[in-house]
């Protein structure tokens, strides 16, 4: 199996089990804010009890997401961040772009659950979400959004996934085509240890912070700053079945084989999330798409 299709099944069952959420509230009248956004009543507990590790406010904030913007989310799953970002999008008259896998490939049935999934739980409640435009990122894929057009794009835990699949490099330079000189750059991304030896495969999920900061200045990028909001000294990295091994995945097994009923997972809950590097990049003011 492909790493884009081990990536793609674990996909499409969380696309599969938040389709069956239910039919979610209206967004109330007039701009939100992001605060309100992320304390949206739409949102499950179970999404919003993340918010502890994942600190989407002062993520957000220091991506720079402001009212009224065009944000590329690259590869968006199950929609964790779509749940925040599309209804915040939608009530002050910007615009998201889903950048979801592509699914070209007709033997990749689980890709295409994945997106048909997404696109039905957006489709399904337009005044929430407003009108997300759903495109592709892969291998084979087109601009992820009209040249030069976006504020800010976002890669949210999916550069170990395209560096195993080869498709890395194109995924910085199809950021960089996408957004608007002086647009923004946002990654959030587990953290190998810097000690270690780079991965370029990441096979355990964890990712050189150094090696990421180099492939986006080779794309034309310039890191803006970097933040310890994501970070979590209590990960090790040491863990059996990888970055999986911890919440929210919690891996008792290697990939392909069932899961082990015997397997202790309270040293990796007592962990938490990953470590992660949280950077900015900037398109230059003087770069062209």
């Given amino acids: 199996m492909t790493p884009l299709s081990r990536r793609s099944v674990l996909l499409a069952t969380l696309a599969l089990t938040a389709c069956g959420r239910g039919a979610a509230p209206t ?11 992320v304390a949206g009543a739409w949102r499950t507990p179970a999404d919003k009890a993340r918010d502890a590790w994942r600190h989407p406010v002062e993520s ?19 929609g ?3 749940e925040i970002l599309a209804p915040y999008l939608a009530s002050t008259g910007g615009k998201l772009y889903a950048a979801d896998l592509e699914t070209a490939d007709p033997a990749n049935a689980a890709a295409r659950q994945v997106v048909a999934a997404y696109r039905k739980r957006l489709e399904a409640n337009p005044k929430l979400y407003g009108k997300v435009a759903t495109t592709a990122f892969g291998p084979r894929s087109g601009p992820v959004a009209p ?42 991304e587990h953290r190998a240890d810097p000690a270690g030896v ?20 080779e794309a034309g990028f310039v890191l803006d700053a970097t933040s310890e909001i994501n970070a979590n000294p209590k990960d090790t990295k040491d ?3 990888g970055v999986w091994t911890l919440p929210p995945v919690r891996r008792s097994s290697p990939i392909g084989k069932p899961p082990n009923p ?28």
């Fill in 27 to 37: 967004r109330p009248k007039g701009p939100l804010t992001l605060a309100d956004a």
């Fill in 60 to 78: 957000l904030t220091f991506w720079g997401l402001r009212p009224g913007m065009t944000v590329v989310e690259f590869w968006p799953g199950a």
């Fill in 80 to 82: 964790w961040y779509t």
């Fill in 147 to 188: 040249p030069a057009s976006a504020d800010l794009a976002l890669f949210l835990r999916n550069l170990h996934d395209w560096m195993a699949a080869g498709v890395a490099e194109k995924a910085f330079h199809d950021a960089f085509a996408a957004l608007k000189p002086g647009g923004i750059l946002g990654v959030e």
């Fill in 198 to 217: 780079p991965d370029p495969l990441a096979a355990d999920g964890y990712v050189d912070q150094a090696y990421v900061v180099k492939l986006a200045q």
């Fill in 239 to 241: 863990h059996p079945f």
């Fill in 262 to 289: 015997g397997f202790d997972h309270a040293k990796y809950d007592a962990i938490g999330e990953s470590d992660r590097m949280t950077l900015r990049f900037v398109k230059p003011a003087s770069a062209h798409a």
